[in-house]
């Protein structure tokens, strides 16, 4: 297989795991909730946490990983992910359990825009929209079965 095609395969199903594993959450909040006694509000942030987050890192993501290289944030964002996902089912606390969403939009607001720069950079212009174009299937085949 071709470098830049086992790239995207990679990316791809990075973008789809990572999204999968986040909003599998959302179907179980009521769950989560009873476990941690959280309220309503509470339920709300375990969503809106990771989101805010993940909305206001993409841009500064995009210009830490210029500096220090995509491949190496890319590879401290996935093991960041691995580890917090670890840790998210060892917590006690429902602000252990923010703490953790937290985090792990950090570590996806990363994976997301480290991904895509470098399909970018290792497809010529003629064939970039396909690449990216498999790769956001790759997001929303996560959302349809999460």
Known sequence: ??????????????????????????IVIPSI????GMSNIIQNWVTIIFLLVVA???VPAGQISAKFG???VTNMSIILFIIISIVNVLVTTQEQF????FILGI???FINVTSMAMIVSAFPPEERGKALGINITGVYVGL???
């Open 98 to 101: 923010l703490a953790c969403r």
């Open 56 to 58: 206001v890192l993409s």
């Open 33 to 36: 909730a009873t476990e941690y």
């Open 107 to 109: 570590s996806l607001a």
């Open 1 to 26: 297989m071709e470098s830049k095609n086992l790239l995207l395969l990679i990316c791809t199903i990075l973008s789809f795991f990572t999204v999968f594993a986040v909003n599998a959450v959302t």
């Open 70 to 72: 995509l491949k190496k």
């Open 144 to 146: 349809s079965l999460s």
